[in-house]
């Protein structure tokens, strides 16, 4: 086994732009994932968090832009982020309303 983290350890936050709310119309949510994650540790998580069924997932790792700390510059760190699209029909309630 690669990897263990916990189900619920795996989603950190959902992603809520102005893409993703367009992609929410298509069945397709983002959310930032742990950086350790695999694509099915993300599908069972959005499965076990949500109930609903996951048809696909696209990862995709996100370098950390520069930001100014006092004098110097300084990396933000790396994140993962993930595209989860569900069977039609399904939702998720925590993006409906936005």
């Known amino acids: ?3 263990e983290i916990h189900p619920y350890a795996v989603l950190l936050r959902p992603i809520i732009t102005e893409k993703s709310t367009i992609l929410a119309g298509q069945d397709k949510y983002v959310f930032q994932v742990d950086v350790r ?4 540790q993300i599908k069972e998580a959005v499965e076990i968090a949500f109930t609903v069924r996951v048809t696909d ?3 995709m790792k ?3 832009k ?3 700390v006092g004098r110097r510059i300084a990396p933000r760190p790396d994140w993962k ?3 989860v699209t569900l069977v039609p029909g399904d939702k998720i309630e925590l ?3 936005i």
């Open 81 to 83: 982020k993930a595209i």
């Open 57 to 59: 997932v696209n990862t």
């Open 95 to 97: 993006f409906e309303g």
């Open 66 to 68: 520069p930001k100014r």
């Open 62 to 64: 996100m370098k950390g």
């Open 1 to 3: 086994m690669p990897n």
């Open 37 to 40: 994650a695999n694509k099915n």
